[in-house]
Each structure stands twice: as C-alpha cells, then as structure tokens.
C-alpha cells in the first residue's frame, strides 16, 4: 500500500512559519512547514530528529489572529534537500481543532489536494 493511501487525513498545501522545539523552552527553531492535515503537518528541515520524538509546535494561522500550540510525535523523515520531518499531532485544544478544520477544508475547496 502506498503512503498516501495509508493517510488518514487529505494533506492541503500550507507555507507557514513553525516555531518548535523539542527538549527545553529555550531551545526554538523555526522553519516553514510545506503541508497540513487534521492528522498533521510536513515541516523542510535539515535538522531531523528521530522517529518517535516529541515535539512542541505553535504557528500562526488566518493572518495571525490565532496561535495553534500542538504536541506532535515525529514519523515520518524525508532526506535530501527537500528533506524533512511528518509530525503526527498528538494533542490539540480544540479550538486550535476547529480553527484546522476550516483551514484544511477552505484550502481543500481552493487548491488541488498535494500528489505524491
């Protein structure tokens, strides 16, 4: 079975701004995530973590009016240039949930879902 038929969730295009950090509250990094899902996010980074590893993440969406906070678990590791990390959300608030939500689907009625 190919990867996007084991995707539980339809992925939209998203270039936004993620601020993460993994171990301390000093330690943030921020790069661009590619994609978004209800079930997670994409973000192109050199720096990978392992598979499994806990990460923190906060970005902004609809034009900075609200913050999305999210634990996310690394599992997925893409090599390369376009290298980077699939991060699974473990926890979201749900208004952080419902704000997703109509992202996902406003962008799913606009643009053509990403192919692999």
Known sequence: MG??????????????LVQYRFDTFDDFTAEYAEDL???????RTDDV???GTHIYLQF???AGRRL???????IRL???????????FVNLDDD??????RIV?????STDLVED
């Open 78 to 88: 893409v090599p390369g240039d376009d290298g980077g990390m699939g991060i699974e």
């Open 3 to 16: 990867e996007r038929e084991r995707r539980q969730f339809p992925r939209v295009p998203l270039n936004v």
């Open 60 to 62: 902004t969406l609809q």
């Open 105 to 109: 689907t406003d962008r799913e009625a």
């Open 49 to 51: 973590r392992p598979i």
């Open 68 to 74: 999305v906070e999210a634990l996310g678990r690394i």
């Open 96 to 101: 952080s949930r419902a704000l997703l939500a």
């Open 37 to 43: 899902s209800m079930g997670g996010i994409f973000i």
